[in-house]
Each structure stands twice: as structure tokens, then as C-alpha cells.
């Protein structure tokens, strides 16, 4: 039988301090980054794709995938449907900012499994990049 402390880390105790010690989810969500636990864990979502030559646990996707997950034709903004059934050059990339060398800037090429692609834009979660990226030439 397995004690919950043993199960839960943050419910352990220490000697300075009986009270177990209390984590926040951006604290469990940093951890997970580190021991590749979640999102980036080769048996859950992520893949290995050469970034720039090197073989990188990251997820990619094409990015009308995620508007039409997001949409499902629900949606009162006629805009939004109609680019949902588009198919795209566009492309969704999620690395984690230890395994990107520098920041991504607009513009920058970017060769994801043999494609030429070029960043559109980049936000930073949590020690994760999400970055967009397009095919063809930057506009």
C-alpha cells in the first residue's frame, strides 16, 4: 500500500516544516517541462522532427488542424468556418525554450523535417515557444 506522500510529492513533509508543502500548478507545470513528462513525452503528443538539423521532441502541426478543432462549425462568425475548411501553408510549432537556440524572431527561416518555413510570430508559455510559421516567402 503506497502512502500519499508517496504518490503526491508536494504533499510531503519536512522536519523544519510539519505542513506539507504546497506547490502551484505553474510549479508541477515547470517540472513536467523538465522531466519531459506531458506535453513533450514521445508517448503522449510530441514527436522527434529535425529542426535546423538537429532531432528535436517538439509538437508540429499544420495550423487549419487547430482552427477547425477550435471551430467545429459552431462558431456565429461566418469567417471563422470558412477558414476552417481552408487548407493552408501555415504550420504550429510547440518547443520548449531550452531546446530553441536564441529567440525566434519574425522572418527568421526556420527547416522543420526537410521544409523551408519562416516564423509569423512566437509567444513564450512557460518555458514553452509557440510558434507560427508559413511556407513560401514572408509577407
Request: glycine share 6%.
Amino acid at each position: 500500500m503506497y502512502q500519499l506522500a508517496e504518490i503526491f510529492p508536494s504533499l510531503r513533509r519536512n522536519s523544519e516544516n510539519p505542513q506539507p508543502e504546497t506547490k502551484s500548478l505553474k510549479d508541477d507545470t515547470r517540472a513536467d517541462l523538465k522531466k519531459r513528462a506531458v506535453w513533450f513525452n514521445d508517448l503522449e503528443f510530441a514527436d522527434y522532427h529535425d529542426i535546423n538539423g538537429s532531432s528535436v521532441l517538439c509538437l508540429f502541426d499544420r495550423y487549419d488542424a487547430v482552427i477547425a478543432s477550435f471551430d467545429s462549425g459552431r462558431s456565429s462568425n461566418s469567417a471563422a468556418s470558412v477558414t476552417a475548411g481552408l487548407q493552408t501553408d501555415a504550420y504550429l510549432l510547440f518547443i520548449r525554450s531550452d531546446e530553441y537556440n536564441g529567440a525566434p524572431r519574425f522572418g527568421q527561416e526556420l527547416r522543420v523535417d526537410g521544409r523551408k518555413l519562416y516564423i509569423q510570430g512566437a509567444v513564450l508559455y512557460d518555458g514553452v515557444y509557440e510558434i507560427t510559421l508559413k511556407a513560401g516567402s514572408v509577407r
